[in-house]
Nanobody, 123 residues
């Protein structure tokens, strides 16, 4: 079982920046595939960014604005969000997958979830 705890959400004006953090439990964090999803009420959860030893993934709408990174020594994954837009307003969830060869771009790679953190971008 992997426990994930997000932090860093909040209210920001359009064009501003936020950094989300997600601390994970476990001794083999460097082997986890980690991702960030977001979800609006009544909509499907969307994979925003993912990272594994094999590379990174970004959904088209955030390419060039968001950066996912990890610090394996701290068991933490980050999502740096720049040039935020009102349409980025959502609940953001950290997710993890454990297994060999999991693709960071596949929703099916992720099995463990954090409780979510709210990001609100005002216009």
């Amino acid at each position: 079982q992997v426990q994930l705890v997000e932090s860093g959400g909040g209210l920001v004006q359009a064009g501003g920046s936020l950094r989300l953090s997600c601390a994970a439990s476990g001794r083999t964090f460097s082997m986890y595939t980690m991702g960030w999803f977001r979800q609006a009420p009544g909509k499907e959860r969307e994979l925003v960014a993912g990272i594994s030893s094999g590379g990174t993934y970004y959904t088209n709408s955030v390419k060039g604005r968001f950066t996912i990174s990890r610090d394996n020594a701290k068991n933490t994954v980050y999502l740096q969000m720049n040039s935020l837009k009102p349409e980025d307003t959502d609940a953001y969830y950290c997710a993890a997958g454990i297994g060999y060869g999991l693709s960071p771009s596949s929703r099916d790679s992720y099995r463990y979830w954090g409780q979510g953190t709210r990001v609100t971008v005002s216009s």
